[in-house]
């Protein structure tokens, strides 16, 4: 325990010199050492690197002496309050930094459900098969890094027709007295038929020292199994994230992804891929982002159509305030076998700081000819008529644009299946522009 | 309640208001016609703080207070309310939640505790009475799809709910059919008290029937050019506005 945390800087490492960096000592040594030697060789994506044009990573990695550190730490029920979602029912898993906390965890149990941490579950099944095999995890640099150095995270297995009565609610708390690089990892793996709703929050506590998180999270939904997947990005000053979640779908399966980013974290690149294996599923692909200061936002996601009769239906709207600065990439890959596909994709932003920005780029590659894909984007501003009218109703202004956008963003809030959720998500962003 | 003095107004650098005078009792009901374009909604958006209308002169005062340096929710918590010719839609608002919104807004403002979610259902079942404003309406996102018709009552609906002193009704009877008008107008002389004015701006002498005015106004290129009662509405049903047209051209190049 005592050389988890290297002191040379993180960054010099980076570039220099990887193999100085202590890989943990499990069975996956090979696994590590081939994702190591991978990133050795393509180094930190730059702004040349196609999926990072709009966002310097290195920018942010040099902003601090980041340490890379895995050993655990541990939190309070208080802190981990702080990410409660009145009135949601849920079973509640606490990771600090990625490290399960059980004593203020809830962990669904039953026939057929095996939850856990991940450096426990290298012998489960659904682990040997499905660890690090997505094409965007398995060769992207900072996943490769991850895959390298992670010290810990959550492993859900979810044997054949296994529904989780309730959502679970996965608290991550990102905390540390230094500056310090986390990289927490799950996998998450639902067999045929298997059904949850798992609802991803972060608490950041009040410190000095900034966190960065590189967090990968792996999900394989297969036959007919359907996973509804929230991840609500409360965010924090003291807080930077890349986050990589990377679907695979087999037959006849539902994957359901929201994201909602929050002020204030100032930097976030969300990277989210899935990948379709069997036909007549379904995706849906739903954003909120709402930034405000200089925040800078990077939606960078990918749906890859392998296989004939699919649905996928991508929907992300920003609200930008003052400086933010937000990049939205929606990428789609018909392959020529997939035939009959329905892709479908959307982006909207409201610019309401004078000096913020959006920079949208679908990229539609397609190469089969019976398809019907679909992309749009716009950035505008409130209209001016429907400001007024609420203001001649007596709603003062910032209560006015707080409704007008809570209705900009409401064709994605009504899609959340969890009531208490969905009451929250409107509640924050009615409280954010009301402040 | 209501004074306007020498009122000027302009948007986008073009004169549409020109030395507006009018005043309005307590109690009273005024009418203003006009031609199109005449400048009657102009008046209606100034009153109502629009900021594309730039006030270049003229005052106007609202039970004593000033109502051009007030921001258009301070006026709508004073009591003026205006019903808009043209309800704008906004999808993804409910009605009842915008409603709800307005009315605590007022209520704080007058330093009125938030009504109780059972006491805001028992004002709406009320009011929505009062102008048979459709039940299904209240649950769907403001205006969106509405017809003509349900917008106008929609107006009046609020109306109700806010309870102003001073409503100022924009071509509310344009869109409504035969006995929407006769809802509309019985519901505004239920909500008419000693204390509550009302400038109803109309093309139809038919509204002024059953919304009966002490006063009618022409409007006619950003000036008020005649003042009567409410035979006047008669007259111009039977003369149409060329006769005053004309009057007040001579009068001009004189
Ligand atoms: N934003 C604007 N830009 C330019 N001109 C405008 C603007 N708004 C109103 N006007 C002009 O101001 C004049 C008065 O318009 P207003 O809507 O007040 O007329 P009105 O008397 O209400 O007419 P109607 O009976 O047709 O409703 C018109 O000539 C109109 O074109
Ligand atoms: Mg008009």
């Known amino acids: 325990m005592t050389s988890d945390t290297i002191m040379i800087p993180f960054y010099q490492a980076l570039t220099e010199d990887v193999n100085a960096l202590p890989a943990p000592q499990d069975s996956l040594q090979e696994v590590r050492r081939g994702a190591l030697e991978r990133f050795s060789a393509t180094g930190l994506p730059t702004l040349k690197t196609e999926a990072w044009r709009f966002t310097n990573i290195q920018r942010f990695l040099k902003e601090y002496p980041y340490e890379l550190t895995s050993t655990p730490a541990t939190t309070t029920a208080d802190v981990a309050n702080e990410a409660t979602i009145p009135g949601l029912d849920a079973y509640r898993i606490v990771l600090v930094n990625g490290h399960l906390q059980a004593n203020l965890s809830s962990i669904p149990e039953g026939k057929g459900i095996r939850i856990g941490t991940m450096s426990a579950s290298t012998d489960a099944p659904g682990f040997a098969k499905w660890f690090n095999q997505h094409t965007q995890v398995n060769g992207e640099p900072l996943a490769d890094l991850n895959t390298a150095l992670f010290a810990d995270g959550l492993f859900i297995e979810l044997q054949a027709n296994v529904s989780v009565d309730k959502p679970i609610h996965l608290i991550h708390v990102y905390t540390s007295d230094r500056h310090a690089f986390i990289q927490p990892r799950h996998l998450w793996v639902l067999h045929k038929g298997a059904t949850a709703t798992v609802i991803e929050s972060t608490v950041h506590p009040k410190q000095e020292a900034v966190a960065f998180s590189n967090c990968v999270t792996e999900v394989v939904v297969a036959d007919n199994a359907e996973l509804w997947h929230y991840n609500v990005q409360q965010g924090a000053e003291n807080f930077r994230q890349v986050n990589t979640t990377a679907a695979q779908q087999e037959r006849d399966s539902r994957y359901h992804h929201f994201n909602f980013t929050l002020p204030n974290t100032p930097f976030t690149r969300n990277n989210l891929s899935v990948v379709l294996h069997g036909s007549n599923t379904e995706t849906n692909l739903k954003g909120i982002y709402l930034a405000t200061g200089n925040q800078h936002v990077d939606n960078y996601t990918f749906m890859n159509h392998l296989v004939p009769n699919c649905n996928s239906n991508e929907h992300y709207k920003g609200v930008l305030l003052e400086n933010a600065n937000a990049v939205f990439t929606g990428r789609i890959h018909v392959h020529q076998e997939a035939q009959k596909t329905n892709a479908f994709q959307q982006n909207n932003n409201i610019l309401m700081g004078d000096k913020a920005t959006i920079n949208s780029q679908p990229q539609l590659e397609i190469y089969a000819d019976d398809v019907k894909c679909s992309h749009g984007f716009t950035a505008g501003q409130f209209s001016a008529d429907a400001l007024f009218y609420l203001r001649a109703r007596a709603i003062g202004e910032e209560a006015a644009k707080a409704l007008l956008v809570n209705a900009f963003t409401h064709d994605v809030t009504d899609e959340i299946a969890v009531p208490a959720l969905q009451e929250y998500i409107q509640g924050q962003i009615e409280a954010i522009m009301n402040n | ?254």
Do not use: C
């Open chain 2, 1 to 254: 309640m209501l004074t306007i003095k020498n009122l000027h107004a302009e948007v986008e650098g073009k004169k549409i208001l020109k030395g507006i005078n009018l005043e309005i009792p307590k109690g009273e009901i005024h009418a203003i016609m006009g031609p199109n374009g005449s400048g009657k909604s102009s008046l209606a958006s100034v009153l109502a703080g629009r900021d594309n209308y730039e006030v270049t002169e003229g005052e106007v005062w609202f039970n004593g207070k000033n109502l051009l340096e007030m921001s258009p929710e301070d006026r709508a918590r004073e009591g003026v309310f205006l019903a808009f010719q043209y309800p704008v839609e906004i999808p993804g608002v409910s009605n009842i939640n915008f409603l709800k919104t307005a009315v605590n807004e007022v209520r704080a403002y007058k330093g009125l505790p938030q009504l109780e979610a059972k006491e805001f259902l028992k004002l709406t079942k009320e009011k929505q009475q009062l102008v048979d404003f459709n039940t299904n309406l209240m649950n769907r996102s403001l205006n969106e799809g509405f017809s003509g018709g349900e917008k106008k009552r929609n107006e009046i609906f609020q109306l109700a709910m806010l309870n102003p002193s001073l409503a100022i009704l924009d071509e509310t009877d344009s869109g409504l059919d035969i006995d929407a008008l006769r809802i509309v107008s019985n519901g505004v002389n239920k909500l008419r008290d000693a204390e509550k004015s009302f400038v109803v701006i109309t093309h139809y002498q038919r509204l002024l029937e059953y919304i009966v005015p002490d006063f009618v106004h022409v409007l006619y290129n950003g000036r008020i050019i005649k003042t009567g009662t409410k035979e006047l509405a008669l007259e111009l049903e039977e003369k149409g506005y060329d006769w005053l047209k004309e009057a007040e051209h001579q009068k001009e190049s004189v």
